[in-house]
Each structure stands twice: as structure tokens, then as C-alpha cells.
């Protein structure tokens, strides 16, 4: 089985920063994509930045978030980072991990349990 586990999340002003992190665990033969996601309460999920690992700095962002956000990955230790800078109010979501993975013949969309990111004053 795969796991992927969140950290990084909590409590920041308004102009503040934090890095999330996200780390794939179990049997894992490849990863490709790996992304985050987040939900506010009432709201959809949606996509804030997926990164590929077909070539490096193949990243795609939201429209909100670009120029704020930056996402990266290490493949040594299948873990993804998300770096956000000039946190607003309205970045406050559930933030969710996810990996397209393959841990046998084919690849899965695996979740995280998601963390929480406040941003208030």
C-alpha cells in the first residue's frame, strides 16, 4: 500500500509564510505527478500546483497563487514541498497531498489526510 503524509500546516499573519511538506511511503515503483490541492470550508477542491517528474520545472500553479507559491519535489525521498509566501486570508484551506503512483502494474491517484493552514491576524 501507499501512503502519502502531510506536515507543515497551521497558523500564520496575513503576509506570512510556511512550507508544506508531503511524503510518499510503501511500496512505491514510480511516481509521476504530484500535486496539492485544498478545500475551504463550503467550498470545491481545487488545484493550487502539480509538479511532473518527466522534466524538471514542469509545474503548473492557479491562477491565485502564482508568484506566491512555488512547488518542488525530491525523488530521492518521494516527497513534494509546497513554499508559500504572502499568505492571504483567503489561502486558509484544508491543504491535500496527491501522487499519481504506481506500486505494481498500473499508476493510482493517491490522497493525503490533509493539514490545515490558517491565515489570520
Known amino acids: 500500500q501507499v501512503q502519502l503524509v502531510e506536515s507543515g500546516g497551521g497558523l500564520v499573519q496575513p503576509g506570512g509564510s510556511l512550507r508544506l511538506s508531503c511524503a510518499a511511503s510503501g511500496t512505491i515503483f514510480d511516481i509521476n505527478a504530484m500535486g496539492w490541492y485544498r478545500q475551504a470550508p463550503g467550498k470545491q477542491r481545487e488545484l493550487v500546483a502539480i509538479?511532473?517528474?518527466?522534466?524538471?520545472?514542469?509545474?503548473n500553479y492557479a491562477d491565485s497563487v502564482k508568484g506566491r507559491f512555488t512547488i518542488s519535489r525530491d525523488n530521492a525521498k518521494n516527497t513534494v514541498y509546497l513554499e508559500m509566501n504572502s499568505l492571504k486570508p483567503e489561502d486558509t484551506a484544508v491543504y491535500y497531498c496527491?501522487?499519481?503512483?504506481?506500486?505494481?502494474?498500473?499508476?493510482?491517484?493517491?490522497w493525503g489526510q490533509g493539514t490545515q493552514v490558517t491565515v489570520s491576524s
Open positions: 509538479i511532473r517528474s518527466v522534466s524538471v520545472g514542469s509545474a
Open positions: 496527491n501522487g499519481m503512483i504506481r506500486s505494481g502494474t498500473y499508476y493510482n491517484t493517491y
